[in-house]
């Protein structure tokens, strides 16, 4: 048995440690920051290398073929992607620096969730920073596993462009900066729980970054 101070100072540690514990919970819960969006998005600087001859550059990472992709994807409506454009597009934002906001939605709905709009205003101030304005960037809406495939993909590209027009809207970001596409129910985030909230979101992808873009 402990005598009493030992039990107190277990005690005392005890309850530390779950005040702890619940404040990592609550900062893991709560909204996103601009400069974690910023932080999340900006590209790792590459020392440069001697000898290098110089010429056309296109962005790091890119071949010309992929940049001349992107060009022509810029400014294209959403729904006129088709299904290989699409995957391109999946391909080439693989390594991209990219961040997933989780952006809910209202169930069945392409209205942005209220506790989601602190995110939808701090992806805004972030995509105006000037670290980031200028860049091209992939807004992708995804939806979870309820109904068809053909309902779902037409109700993750309304959330794409409901983002991309809360964007352009409310912080003036360039509308052909923000590349929209939709995935439908295709890449869950959960796919274990595959009717979860957490699958209803939008994920921003920096596909080209402004000191490469051609503009």
Do not use: C
Not at 63 to 80: E, I, L, M, P, Y
Not at 160 to 180: M, P, Q, S
């Amino acid at each position: 048995m402990f005598k009493p101070s030992a039990r107190a100072a277990i005690l005392s540690i005890a309850t530390v440690g779950a005040v702890l514990s619940f404040g990592m919970a609550a900062a893991r819960a709560g909204d996103v920051t601009e400069d974690q969006i910023i932080k999340a998005l900006t590209p790792e600087k590459k020392p440069l290398t001697r000898g290098l001859s110089a010429g056309p550059q296109t962005s790091p990472g890119l071949n010309a073929d992929q940049a001349k992709f992107v060009k022509s994807v810029r400014g294209r409506a959403t729904r006129s992607l088709s299904s290989t454009e699409r995957e391109e597009i999946a391909t080439i934002v693989q390594d991209k620096p990219k961040i997933d906001l989780e952006i809910n939605f209202d169930y069945n709905s392409a209205d942005i969730s209220a506790k989601s709009l602190p995110s939808v205003q701090a992806l805004g101030r972030a995509l105006t920073n000037q670290d980031l304005k200028g860049s091209t960037f992939v807004v992708a809406g995804h939806t979870d596993a309820a109904g068809g495939e053909d309902y779902n993909q037409g109700l993750s590209e309304r959330r794409a462009d409901a983002i991309k027009r809360y964007l352009v809207d409310k912080y003036g970001i360039n509308g052909t900066d923000l590349v929209t596409v939709g995935y439908g129910k295709s890449k869950l985030k959960d796919p274990s729980h595959p009717m979860a909230d957490i699958n209803r979101r939008v994920q921003v992808v920096n596909m080209e970054n402004k000191d490469t873009a051609a503009k």
